[in-house]
């Protein structure tokens, strides 16, 4: 069997299918997904070429058509999830692990002062709920569910359930059974 490309994880995500090249395009009619579709297709080509400058043009008209501010710069690894398109951003230097869900509203931010300057780093199978912001140098384990309208700007280990704001941690073994589908 052949490897699967990033992008057909991607849509994988979505469907439970494994889709072929015209299938993934078919299924770009739905914002989320032609957004990521112009997302992986502009990371692709370096910045300095005609072609990637050509795609960046491209992703910058459409990243104010859907709401969605993330930069091809952005390391996201494969089968990423939108669950709802509109009012996202994303700094340019975060790191993202595979198989995240990344919900409406959520803002992933840069924290110039204070004890976590810098990124945020978010590991594999994190699902991340409307509205939440994560700011700072911070580091966000595997297998983590951070619920709608959390203000998170500290540290999170594997296997946890983030809540409120102020927000709680709380271990949990299966934080986010049935929340991220269709891994791959």
Request: aromatic share 12%; charged share 15%; net charge positive.
């Amino acid at each position: 069997m052949s490897e699967k490309t990033t992008l057909q994880k991607d849509f994988y995500r979505e469907s439970g299918k494994w889709l072929s090249k015209f299938e993934i395009f078919k299924k770009c009619f739905n914002p989320n997904l032609h957004f990521i579709y112009l997302f992986r297709t502009t990371q692709k080509h370096p910045k300095n070429t005609v072609l990637g400058k050509f795609w960046r043009l491209v992703l910058r008209h459409y990243q104010i058509k859907y709401g969605f501010q993330i930069y091809p710069e952005t390391q996201i690894g494969e089968g990423l999830y939108l669950g709802h398109w509109g009012l996202l951003a994303i700094n340019p230097k975060v790191i993202i692990g595979k198989n995240c869900n990344i919900a409406q509203g959520v803002s992933i931010a840069q924290a110039n002062r204070g004890k976590f300057i810098g990124t945020p780093i978010i590991g594999d199978e994190v699902w991340i709920g409307p509205n939440a912001v994560i700011v700072g140098g911070i580091t966000i384990g595997n297998n983590v569910l951070i619920a709608p309208n959390v203000y998170l700007a500290e540290d999170v280990p594997d296997n946890s359930l983030v809540i409120g704001n102020p927000c709680r941690i709380f271990n949990i073994h299966n934080a986010t059974e049935g929340y991220i589908n269709n891994k791959v």
